[in-house]
T-cell receptor
């Protein structure tokens, strides 16, 4: 089955520790995205990547880092510099070919990170 | 910049009632428009989409029509079920914004039996 996987579903860390969230897709999509969702709120873009070895900051990149060494993978590291890291993190991907039409994004199931 | 404004919730309905969630947008050029649905504890699922003016997207009994003259993309369903309880997000994607999605704030819908 084609899709996006995120692991783990729940993650617990102590304050001051870096933590890496996994995102893998087998949809052959060029673009991948990381969003943060806080309770009762919409989605905010953290980072995105449209091609391997290249990525851009989104609206709330401070305290986060990413890498894009393979087309299929886009891990997100939440660093100790992120002041309020407890949130629900969503990964997404999309095709950016003109022929694909509408550039809709497909989302993974999310990782709920709790930092205490 | 590009933006989406959607009806604030929460919305509470009885089963078989008619549902409308309003969504208006601001964008340069010709955006694509989407409705996503999020069930508790899950990621977002694409519900329907429209890529040009007067297109109607439909799926699972939900419909939305791309109205360029009113810059709107309202979501409707004629008869809701308890299983439709979820958060609904309106979104747009435009070349002027690198095809990133701009989301509305989300509308929480609760359907009671």
């Amino acid at each position: 089955d084609g899709g996006i996987t995120q692991s783990p579903k729940y993650l617990f860390r102590k304050e001051g520790q870096n933590v890496t969230l996994s995102c893998e897709q087998n949809l052959n999509h060029d673009a991948m995205y990381w969003y943060r969702q806080d309770p009762g709120q919409g989605l905010r873009l953290i980072y995105y990547s449209q091609i391997v070895n290249d990525f851009q900051k989104g609206d709330i990149a401070e305290g986060y880092s990413v890498s894009r060494e393979k087309k299929e993978s886009f891990p997100l590291t939440v660093t100790s510099a992120q002041k309020n890291p407890t949130a629900f993190y969503l990964c997404a991907s999309s095709s950016i070919l003109v022929t694909s039409g509408s550039y809709e994004q497909y989302f993974g199931p999310g990782t709920r990170l709790t930092v205490t | 910049g590009d933006s989406v404004t959607q009806m604030e919730g929460p919305v509470t309905l009885s089963e078989e009632a008619f549902l409308t969630i309003n969504c208006t947008y601001t964008a340069t050029g010709y955006p694509s428009l989407f409705w996503y649905v999020q069930y508790p504890g899950e990621g977002l699922q694409l519900l329907l989409k429209a890529t040009k003016a007067d297109d109607k997207g439909s799926n699972k009994g939900f419909e939305a029509t791309y109205r360029k003259e009113t810059t709107s993309f309202h979501l409707e369903k004629g008869s809701v079920q308890v299983s439709d309880s979820a958060v609904y997000f309106c979104a747009l994607s435009a070349p002027s914004n690198d095809y990133k999605l701009s989301f509305g704030a989300g509308t929480t819908v609760t359907v009671r039996a």
